[in-house]
């Protein structure tokens, strides 16, 4: 009898651990069905999910065994012997589950397959509803800027659209635009300033003046047009170095004989001169030059930084020489035109200011000649003194000096 009773408490021992059993598998294949449908759904609705709350099952086990959701039916308890009845224990039973209870539930179709998104649905700043929801027969509505956290992964495979080219860098990060190079414009009123040097070609300059290289000043004011041509009025004045020997008369000096040119002057005029030309010995000497008058310069580059041209004009030219005499101070001065040809290299350090260098050589024609000695004066023109040189085998023209300068250029623009 204590036999069969021992034997009777531990069948029902080992069939209540098997009815934990039971009920323990029922619970994890719950558990395991609702992990599968949600593995499968994340990957293609991780939007979907990040802004709905998922809908989980109830599993909990009621008291007696079953689901509280009367989806899984309750376990039945077998009964089993009292103690002391005499009856043979019974063997326990489990009702059989549901298919439904323990395989993966159905899921829709359009739960794990990746949605159409339309190709406006991924652009930079416009997003459509239908993209969103994934719902194709919804109409889209009206783009709104979303930012670009909230947008939808696009199907895989599918390029990202190109950024804005000024706005928007390659990943999608907004960059700040190269920064703007001021362009140089050249158009406007001009002027300019140059200092350099003067010096000078002919005979004159080789000769007995001995000439040096001396200060020259320059100036232009004018308007340019379109950055391609200047146009105003140029000038300028300068001074070169001499050295004369003491006691040479100053016309010999061009070339002259003061004693025929003398004579020369006094029949063309039908009275002596009121200046003896053969005292005019020098002891020192000046030389100076001054030139004004329209120029035009031809610009190679319009705008930018870097100024080009080349010009010319037709100015009115003065060359001056003074010598010391023992008498009184002796004045020569040569009257004619000047056509200067230039060219010149600039370099815009401001918006309205450049800088550069610029050459000038002066063709140079004179017409006048005036002799200025102690309150007489003679005005005689360059052709009867060049024929008088001629008839002493030499030439007056050659000998009258052309001029080049070079300096460095202060430019403005307003």
Known sequence: MIARNGAGAAGNTVRGWCRSVNEGVARIAGWVALAALLMAAAPAHAAEIGSAPIQRPRTAVSPTGGDS???????????????????????????????????EPAIPEHAVTEHAIPEHAVTEHAVTEHAVTGVADVPAAAPAEVPAASLPTARRGASPPAPHPTAVGTHGIRTSAAPHRPEFAHHGFVTDLRLGTLGCLRGLCGG???????????????????????????????????????????????????????????????????????????????????????????????????????????????????????????????????????????VHVHEHVAVGVQFDYLWTWYALAKLDHGGSAITVPVRILDDAARMQNSSLRSQLPQFWTFGVMLRARV
């Open 69 to 103: 959701t009367g989806d899984a039916p309750e376990l039945q308890r077998p009964a089993t012997q009292t103690p002391g009845t005499g009856a043979a224990p019974t063997e326990p039973t489990v009702a059989a589950l549901p298919e439904h209870a323990v395989t």
């Open 208 to 346: 007995g003046h001995n000439v040096r290289p001396g200060f020259r000043v320059d100036g232009f004011v004018g308007g340019n047009i379109r950055g391609f041509v200047d146009i105003g009025v140029a000038g300028g004045w300068g001074q070169m170095g001499s050295d004369v020997a003491e006691g040479t008369n100053v016309l010999s000096l061009y070339g002259l004989d003061p004693f025929l040119l003398q004579q020369a002057l006094g029949v063309l005029g039908g009275r002596a001169l009121d200046v003896d030309l053969t005292s005019l010995n020098a002891t020192g000497s000046k030389l100076r030059a001054a030139q004004a008058g329209p120029l035009l310069r031809v610009h190679f580059i319009p705008r930018g930084r870097f100024a080009a041209y080349v010009g010319s004009g037709v100015q009115y030219n003065l060359f001056r020489a003074r010598y010391d005499t023992p008498a009184s101070e002796t004045r020569v001065d040569f009257h004619g035109l000047a056509v200067p040809i230039e060219a010149g290299f600039g």
